[in-house]
């Protein structure tokens, strides 16, 4: 904690886990050969002692996962709430200690709505509800920082590459890339930066940033991203009516089918600065 930061952080363990194990597969040819799968972990979250939820993981940064999940999920305001979280690998479990509890706890996640992540089946509470409430800050991208991002991004040297079967989420302020993360699902790797940014010194701002996943734009997704007061999204993918309608209603600029020089811009698209001269420019070589 820098002196400028008068929170108390939480003592997070390191309990990272390895991101991909080796197995045998058949080729097309019929010849054996061993290849890398991810590593996917069951890890079961307790609070003040009373088991929570289970997530599905790599394990990669477990402990900002689980803040970002509290986070992302409502039940904690603030990163000074939490005194500590240890993850322990030979149980599978994540132990949260809260520094005073949190206030109706059963029934704040007795509620649990189906979503359509791939790694967390469900989460707690009415998001929809907590729309109305979110004002996102100004800022806006030019073309050329969407196609640095988009580039940056194909570029990472990433597990998916070397064995497939994960989502990559990053935060990029600019074209700068600030965090990127992979997990089995899109919804653990957006929690787990939303844990990194409540750990910088100075709770990280989103006002200037960019969040890009390689996953679809669902609902869940876009207001998670507008939690983390994130106002531009990027995806590789495309975007559901839903996330839509909640983007529109936000006034948050989602970016999809973001490819090479290609991409559509769904909504939002006074933040975005367009550069049509820049669509035939060649895309820079891998280095």
Not at 130 to 136: A, E, I
Not at 220 to 246: C, D, Y
């Amino acid at each position: 904690m820098s002196l400028a930061d008068p929170r108390p952080l939480p003592a997070l363990t390191q309990a990272r886990a390895p991101l991909t194990r080796e197995v045998m597969a058949v080729n097309e040819r019929g010849e054996h050969d061993v290849v890398s799968i991810p590593a996917e972990r069951a890890l079961t979250v307790y609070v003040d002692k009373r088991e929570l939820v289970t997530l599905m993981t790599l394990g990669a940064q477990p402990e900002l996962l689980v803040l970002g999940f509290l986070r992302n999920q409502g039940l904690v305001k603030g990163v000074e709430e939490i005194e500590s979280i240890s993850v322990d690998w030979e149980v599978g479990a994540a132990a949260v200690k809260t520094r005073q509890g949190i206030s109706d706890i059963e029934q704040r996640t007795a509620q649990r709505v189906v979503t359509t992540g791939c790694g967390q089946g469900s989460v707690f509470g009415d998001l929809m509800a907590q729309v109305h409430s979110l004002v996102l800050p100004d800022a806006e991208l030019t073309q050329s920082q969407l196609y640095a991002i988009v580039n940056t991004i194909r570029l990472v040297d990433t597990t998916y590459k070397s064995a497939g079967s994960v989502h990559g989420c990053a935060l990029f302020r600019g074209e700068t890339l600030l965090i990127f993360v992979e997990d089995v699902g899109r919804h653990n790797a957006i929690d787990t930066i939303a844990g990194w940014m409540w750990m910088q010194d100075v709770a990280m701002s989103g006002a200037d940033k960019v969040f890009y996943t390689t996953g679809r734009l669902t609902s869940e997704m876009v207001i998670k991203s507008a939690q983390m007061g994130v106002p531009i999204v990027v995806s590789r993918s495309g975007i559901t009516q839903m996330g839509l309608e909640v983007a529109q209603r936000l006034g948050l600029c989602t970016v999809g089918r973001a490819t090479n020089r290609r991409f559509l811009c769904y909504s939002g698209e006074k933040r975005l600065h367009f550069q049509p001269d820049l669509v035939n420019t060649p895309t820079p070589a891998s280095s």
